[in-house]
């Protein structure tokens, strides 16, 4: 899977960070990035939906960018922002709402709906 090791530096993620993401350890990662193991399907699935790309271009041998990014655009989701929102996603409702009210804080407005 050598274009693992691509898109976690693309989104700019560790393999710590990937491997929690992920609910699996650290050197699990490694080994998916060095082709020492082989993820289940349902790792690949929350790999492809993480770096929005397919399974086939994370498995593929080949280099060649073939990962669907959408062009960027006014909708587009920068590598960061998809971080944090998979962050934000990982966290129970309490500790949801109050990280919203710490990033409400820090941007000086609320984001209500």
Known sequence: MKNLKKMRN??????MQLANFLHITQQSVWKYENDLAHPDIDTLKALAKLFH?????LVADSEEDAS??????????APLERRLLYAFR??????QKALLQVAESLAGKSFEQ
């Open 68 to 77: 669907g990014e959408e062009a960027d655009g006014p909708d587009s989701i």
């Open 53 to 57: 790309t397919t399974i086939d271009y």
């Open 90 to 95: 990982s966290l129970g409702e309490k500790d």
């Open 10 to 15: 693309k989104y700019q993620m560790s393999q």
